[in-house]
């Protein structure tokens, strides 16, 4: 059965720092590009980040760009999302999501097979 499990949530102050980390299983992790969405309390789930399978070329959404970080350790089975200068618009469930082959639109969910359950990031002001 294939898995992602998100973790690294946490309560952080503005201006810290948090890494989430997005563990696979039950599928061959390496063939799929892996996505972080977030979904703040009343707002639509809004894409992130991405990283493909096939070269790492990584995406960001233009509120991250330039503070959040996106990798992959294929060994492990894991993508990174490093979250730097946090800002409380940061504050939301973030979910990680697996998508095979090309991908259109890596920010929009139609085009991912697998989700993780979430992991809370709380950014106080």
């Known amino acids: 059965e294939a898995q992602l499990v998100e973790s690294g949530g946490g309560l952080v102050q503005t201006g810290g720092s948090l890494r989430l980390s997005c563990t696979a299983s039950?599928?061959?992790?390496?063939?799929?590009?892996i996505g972080w969405f977030r979904q703040a309390p009343g707002k639509e789930r809004e894409g992130v980040s991405y990283?493909?399978?096939?070269?790492?070329?990584?995406y960001y959404s233009d509120s991250v760009k330039g503070r959040f970080t996106i990798s992959r350790d294929n060994a492990k089975n894991t993508v990174y999302l490093q979250m730097n200068s946090l800002k409380p618009e940061d504050t939301a469930v973030y979910y990680c999501?697996?998508?095979?082959?090309?991908?259109?639109?890596?920010?929009?969910?139609?085009?991912?097979?697998?989700w993780g359950q979430g992991t809370q990031v709380t950014v106080s002001s």
């Open positions: 999501a697996a998508a095979k082959g090309f991908v259109v639109d890596v920010f929009r969910g139609y085009w991912y097979n697998y």
């Open positions: 039950g599928f061959t992790f390496a063939d799929y590009g």
């Open positions: 990283i493909s399978s096939s070269d790492g070329s990584t």
